[in-house]
Protein backbone atom coordinates (compact mmCIF):
# COMPACT_ATOMS: atom_id res chain seq x y z
CA UNK A 1 0.00 0.00 0.00
CA UNK A 2 1.13 3.47 -0.70
CA UNK A 3 1.72 4.80 2.59
CA UNK A 4 1.66 8.64 1.84
CA UNK A 5 -1.76 8.30 0.28
CA UNK A 6 -3.29 5.95 3.16
CA UNK A 7 -2.03 9.05 5.20
CA UNK A 8 -4.88 11.10 3.80
CA UNK A 9 -7.30 8.06 5.00
CA UNK A 10 -5.67 7.77 8.62
CA UNK A 11 -7.76 11.14 9.85
CA UNK A 12 -8.33 11.35 13.28
CA UNK A 13 -12.02 10.38 12.65
CA UNK A 14 -14.31 10.18 9.55
CA UNK A 15 -17.75 11.47 9.82
CA UNK A 16 -20.16 8.74 8.02
CA UNK A 17 -23.16 9.49 5.62
CA UNK A 18 -24.86 7.17 3.89
CA UNK A 19 -26.97 7.76 1.41
CA UNK A 20 -26.74 4.29 -0.65
CA UNK A 21 -29.89 2.57 0.43
CA UNK A 22 -32.59 5.71 -0.06
CA UNK A 23 -34.03 4.02 -3.25
CA UNK A 24 -35.42 5.52 -6.89
CA UNK A 25 -36.31 8.96 -5.41
CA UNK A 26 -33.36 10.19 -4.47
CA UNK A 27 -32.00 12.19 -7.50
CA UNK A 28 -28.05 12.56 -8.51
CA UNK A 29 -28.58 16.53 -8.40
CA UNK A 30 -29.22 16.19 -4.71
CA UNK A 31 -26.15 14.26 -3.89
CA UNK A 32 -23.90 16.80 -6.14
CA UNK A 33 -25.50 19.70 -3.86
CA UNK A 34 -24.84 17.66 -0.72
CA UNK A 35 -21.30 16.90 -1.35
CA UNK A 36 -20.82 20.79 -2.40
CA UNK A 37 -21.91 21.67 0.88
CA UNK A 38 -19.70 18.65 2.68
CA UNK A 39 -17.21 20.70 1.05
CA UNK A 40 -18.04 23.83 2.43
CA UNK A 41 -18.22 23.01 5.94
CA UNK A 42 -15.15 20.76 6.15
CA UNK A 43 -13.71 23.58 4.44
CA UNK A 44 -13.94 25.61 6.84
CA UNK A 45 -13.17 23.40 9.53
CA UNK A 46 -16.97 22.96 10.70
CA UNK A 47 -17.10 19.43 10.35
CA UNK A 48 -14.70 16.45 10.50
CA UNK A 49 -13.69 14.96 6.92
CA UNK A 50 -16.60 13.23 5.41
CA UNK A 51 -17.10 9.62 4.18
CA UNK A 52 -20.12 9.81 1.82
CA UNK A 53 -21.73 6.75 -0.12
CA UNK A 54 -25.01 6.78 -3.06
CA UNK A 55 -26.60 4.63 -5.07
CA UNK A 56 -29.15 6.24 -8.07
CA UNK A 57 -31.11 3.99 -9.85
CA UNK A 58 -31.58 4.67 -13.46
CA UNK A 59 -29.25 7.85 -14.01
CA UNK A 60 -27.43 9.11 -16.83
CA UNK A 61 -24.70 11.68 -15.40
CA UNK A 62 -23.31 13.40 -18.02
CA UNK A 63 -20.26 16.42 -18.15
CA UNK A 64 -20.71 19.57 -18.99
CA UNK A 65 -19.19 18.82 -22.68
CA UNK A 66 -21.79 16.14 -23.37
CA UNK A 67 -24.20 18.91 -23.42
CA UNK A 68 -22.31 20.77 -26.25
CA UNK A 69 -22.57 17.51 -28.72
CA UNK A 70 -24.53 18.64 -32.17
CA UNK A 71 -27.82 16.48 -31.60
CA UNK A 72 -28.24 16.56 -27.78
CA UNK A 73 -31.99 15.88 -28.30
CA UNK A 74 -31.38 12.91 -30.15
CA UNK A 75 -28.78 11.13 -27.39
CA UNK A 76 -30.99 12.61 -24.47
CA UNK A 77 -34.34 10.83 -26.33
CA UNK A 78 -32.50 7.37 -26.72
CA UNK A 79 -31.50 7.72 -22.71
CA UNK A 80 -34.96 8.47 -22.04
CA UNK A 81 -36.47 5.55 -24.16
CA UNK A 82 -34.57 3.29 -22.60
CA UNK A 83 -35.83 4.46 -19.19
CA UNK A 84 -32.81 7.13 -17.87
CA UNK A 85 -33.24 9.77 -16.41
CA UNK A 86 -30.48 12.33 -17.21
CA UNK A 87 -28.46 15.06 -15.07
CA UNK A 88 -25.12 17.47 -15.68
CA UNK A 89 -22.51 17.24 -13.00
CA UNK A 90 -20.87 20.19 -11.29
CA UNK A 91 -17.55 18.00 -11.37
CA UNK A 92 -15.23 16.85 -14.21
CA UNK A 93 -15.64 14.19 -16.58
CA UNK A 94 -18.02 13.19 -19.37
CA UNK A 95 -21.11 10.46 -19.40
CA UNK A 96 -21.26 7.61 -16.79
CA UNK A 97 -23.85 5.29 -15.98
CA UNK A 98 -25.67 4.85 -12.30
CA UNK A 99 -28.00 2.19 -11.22
CA UNK A 100 -28.35 -0.05 -8.08
CA UNK A 101 -25.43 -2.10 -9.14
CA UNK A 102 -23.48 1.37 -8.67
CA UNK A 103 -22.08 2.51 -5.35
CA UNK A 104 -20.58 5.72 -5.05
CA UNK A 105 -18.26 7.00 -2.93
CA UNK A 106 -17.05 10.52 -2.14
CA UNK A 107 -13.96 11.25 0.08
CA UNK A 108 -14.80 14.95 1.70
CA UNK A 109 -11.30 16.83 3.11
CA UNK A 110 -10.18 19.62 3.89
CA UNK A 111 -7.17 21.94 1.97
CA UNK A 112 -4.06 21.53 4.39
CA UNK A 113 -1.25 23.55 4.86
CA UNK A 114 0.39 21.67 1.94
CA UNK A 115 -2.79 21.29 0.11
CA UNK A 116 -4.01 18.40 -0.84
CA UNK A 117 -2.97 17.97 -4.83
CA UNK A 118 -5.29 16.03 -7.83
CA UNK A 119 -3.01 13.51 -7.95
CA UNK A 120 -3.19 12.86 -4.00
CA UNK A 121 -6.40 12.82 -3.96
CA UNK A 122 -7.35 10.66 -6.81
CA UNK A 123 -4.28 7.91 -5.41
CA UNK A 124 -6.20 7.97 -2.04
CA UNK A 125 -8.99 6.84 -3.36
CA UNK A 126 -7.25 4.14 -5.65
CA UNK A 127 -5.70 3.29 -2.42
CA UNK A 128 -9.04 2.90 -0.25
CA UNK A 129 -9.93 1.04 -3.06
CA UNK A 130 -7.11 -1.37 -3.17
CA UNK A 131 -7.36 -1.67 0.63
CA UNK A 132 -11.36 -2.91 0.55
CA UNK A 133 -10.88 -5.07 -2.09
CA UNK A 134 -7.40 -6.62 -0.56
CA UNK A 135 -8.83 -10.04 0.43
CA UNK A 136 -9.34 -10.44 -3.71
CA UNK A 137 -5.90 -11.91 -5.32
CA UNK A 138 -6.01 -9.35 -8.09
CA UNK A 139 -3.82 -6.14 -8.97
CA UNK A 140 -6.27 -2.93 -9.38
CA UNK A 141 -4.60 -0.46 -11.76
CA UNK A 142 -4.95 2.78 -12.35
CA UNK A 143 -4.49 3.91 -15.68
CA UNK A 144 -6.29 5.33 -18.50
CA UNK A 145 -8.80 2.43 -20.45
CA UNK A 146 -9.12 3.48 -24.02
CA UNK A 147 -12.88 2.35 -25.16
CA UNK A 148 -14.01 2.75 -21.29
CA UNK A 149 -16.79 5.63 -20.64
CA UNK A 150 -15.44 8.93 -18.93
CA UNK A 151 -11.81 7.59 -19.67
CA UNK A 152 -8.93 9.09 -17.29
CA UNK A 153 -5.49 8.53 -16.17
CA UNK A 154 -7.45 7.47 -13.09
CA UNK A 155 -9.58 4.62 -14.66
CA UNK A 156 -9.06 2.01 -12.22
CA UNK A 157 -9.49 -2.01 -13.64
CA UNK A 158 -8.54 -5.74 -13.24
CA UNK A 159 -7.42 -7.99 -15.92
CA UNK A 160 -7.40 -5.00 -17.98
CA UNK A 161 -11.34 -4.02 -17.91
CA UNK A 162 -12.32 -0.99 -16.16
CA UNK A 163 -14.26 -1.27 -12.83
CA UNK A 164 -14.34 2.83 -11.35
CA UNK A 165 -13.86 6.09 -12.65
CA UNK A 166 -12.75 8.87 -10.10
CA UNK A 167 -13.28 12.67 -10.29
CA UNK A 168 -12.88 16.08 -8.07
CA UNK A 169 -14.08 19.06 -6.73
CA UNK A 170 -12.78 21.40 -4.85
CA UNK A 171 -14.68 24.36 -3.35
CA UNK A 172 -13.69 26.79 -0.19
CA UNK A 173 -11.51 25.03 1.00
CA UNK A 174 -12.81 21.65 0.69
CA UNK A 175 -11.86 18.66 -1.93
CA UNK A 176 -14.28 15.83 -2.72
CA UNK A 177 -12.84 12.61 -3.99
CA UNK A 178 -15.63 10.70 -5.60
CA UNK A 179 -16.01 7.38 -7.38
CA UNK A 180 -17.92 5.53 -9.40
CA UNK A 181 -17.60 1.79 -8.79
CA UNK A 182 -19.50 -1.10 -10.65
CA UNK A 183 -20.37 -3.66 -8.24
CA UNK A 184 -22.55 -6.26 -9.93
CA UNK A 185 -24.45 -6.16 -12.80
CA UNK A 186 -23.02 -5.59 -16.31
CA UNK A 187 -20.29 -3.29 -17.26
CA UNK A 188 -20.64 -3.74 -21.21
CA UNK A 189 -24.27 -3.18 -20.64
CA UNK A 190 -23.97 -0.31 -18.75
CA UNK A 191 -20.73 1.19 -21.94
CA UNK A 192 -23.62 0.15 -24.36
CA UNK A 193 -25.89 2.79 -23.13
CA UNK A 194 -23.41 4.92 -23.43
CA UNK A 195 -22.29 4.46 -27.03
CA UNK A 196 -26.05 4.27 -28.03
CA UNK A 197 -26.15 8.37 -26.50
CA UNK A 198 -23.24 9.60 -28.49
CA UNK A 199 -23.97 7.75 -32.04
CA UNK A 200 -27.17 9.49 -30.94
CA UNK A 201 -25.81 12.90 -30.27
CA UNK A 202 -23.17 12.83 -33.01
CA UNK A 203 -24.13 11.13 -36.00
CA UNK A 204 -20.40 10.39 -37.22
CA UNK A 205 -20.29 14.30 -37.04
CA UNK A 206 -16.49 15.77 -36.64
CA UNK A 207 -16.39 17.94 -33.49
CA UNK A 208 -13.54 19.84 -32.23
CA UNK A 209 -13.61 17.94 -28.85
CA UNK A 210 -12.57 14.67 -29.00
CA UNK A 211 -15.66 12.42 -27.33
CA UNK A 212 -14.64 9.02 -26.48
CA UNK A 213 -15.44 5.45 -28.99
CA UNK A 214 -16.58 3.11 -26.38
CA UNK A 215 -15.77 -0.79 -27.08
CA UNK A 216 -18.35 -2.03 -24.41
CA UNK A 217 -15.84 -5.16 -23.97
CA UNK A 218 -13.61 -2.83 -22.27
CA UNK A 219 -16.00 -2.44 -18.97
CA UNK A 220 -17.02 -4.72 -16.70
CA UNK A 221 -18.13 -5.41 -12.53
CA UNK A 222 -16.27 -6.66 -9.94
CA UNK A 223 -18.84 -9.38 -9.52
CA UNK A 224 -18.23 -10.20 -12.87
CA UNK A 225 -14.42 -10.17 -12.83
CA UNK A 226 -14.18 -11.48 -9.40
CA UNK A 227 -16.49 -14.44 -9.97
CA UNK A 228 -18.77 -14.20 -7.07
CA UNK A 229 -22.15 -12.06 -6.68
CA UNK A 230 -21.52 -9.00 -4.85
CA UNK A 231 -23.98 -6.30 -3.00
CA UNK A 232 -24.37 -2.72 -2.35
CA UNK A 233 -24.36 -3.64 1.63
CA UNK A 234 -21.04 -6.32 1.00
CA UNK A 235 -18.93 -3.38 -0.07
CA UNK A 236 -20.22 -0.75 2.10
CA UNK A 237 -19.52 -2.70 5.01
CA UNK A 238 -16.00 -3.00 3.04
CA UNK A 239 -15.63 0.36 3.27
CA UNK A 240 -16.79 1.17 6.64
CA UNK A 241 -14.34 -1.40 8.26
CA UNK A 242 -11.55 0.01 6.32
CA UNK A 243 -11.92 3.35 7.35
CA UNK A 244 -12.35 2.33 10.63
CA UNK A 245 -9.24 0.51 10.21
CA UNK A 246 -7.34 3.32 9.21
CA UNK A 247 -8.54 5.91 11.61
CA UNK A 248 -10.07 4.37 14.79
CA UNK A 249 -12.60 6.17 14.97
CA UNK A 250 -16.02 6.49 12.57
CA UNK A 251 -19.09 7.94 13.71
CA UNK A 252 -22.70 8.48 11.56
CA UNK A 253 -23.66 12.18 11.57
CA UNK A 254 -26.73 13.90 8.80
CA UNK A 255 -26.85 16.89 7.94
CA UNK A 256 -27.50 19.57 10.63
CA UNK A 257 -29.96 22.72 10.24
CA UNK A 258 -26.81 24.86 8.96
CA UNK A 259 -25.39 22.38 6.77
CA UNK A 260 -29.44 22.01 5.16
CA UNK A 261 -29.69 25.65 4.65
CA UNK A 262 -26.49 25.61 3.02
CA UNK A 263 -27.33 22.79 0.96
CA UNK A 264 -30.98 23.91 -0.66
CA UNK A 265 -29.06 26.56 -1.87
CA UNK A 266 -26.20 24.48 -3.34
CA UNK A 267 -29.59 22.46 -4.77
CA UNK A 268 -31.14 25.40 -6.34
CA UNK A 269 -27.90 26.03 -8.35
CA UNK A 270 -27.15 22.53 -9.37
CA UNK A 271 -31.24 22.63 -10.75
CA UNK A 272 -30.19 26.15 -12.27
CA UNK A 273 -27.39 24.62 -13.69
CA UNK A 274 -29.31 21.96 -15.14
CA UNK A 275 -31.86 23.76 -16.61
CA UNK A 276 -29.09 26.18 -18.30
CA UNK A 277 -27.65 23.30 -19.73
CA UNK A 278 -30.49 20.78 -21.21
CA UNK A 279 -33.32 22.79 -21.46
CA UNK A 280 -36.89 21.33 -21.60
CA UNK A 281 -34.96 18.28 -22.96
CA UNK A 282 -35.84 16.57 -19.77
Not at 15 to 26: L, T
Not at 75 to 90: D, M, T
Not at 100 to 106: A, D, F
Request: aromatic share 8%; charged share 25%; proline share 2%.
Amino acid sequence: MGDQHLSLLRQKEWRIIDHSSIGPQFDAKQSFAIDDTLCYVVGKGESAPVARSWVHHQTIVLGIQDTKVPYLADGIHFLKEKGYHVIVRNSGGLAVVLDEGVLNLSLILPETEKGIDIHRGYDTMWELIRYMLREYDVKIEAREIIGSYCPGSYDLSIFGKKIAGISQRRLRGGVAVQIYLSVNGSGSERAKIIKGFYECALKGKQTKFTYPHINPSTMASLSELLKTELTIQELMMKFLTSLKDLSGHIYSKGLTAHEQELYENYLIRMIERNEKALGGLV
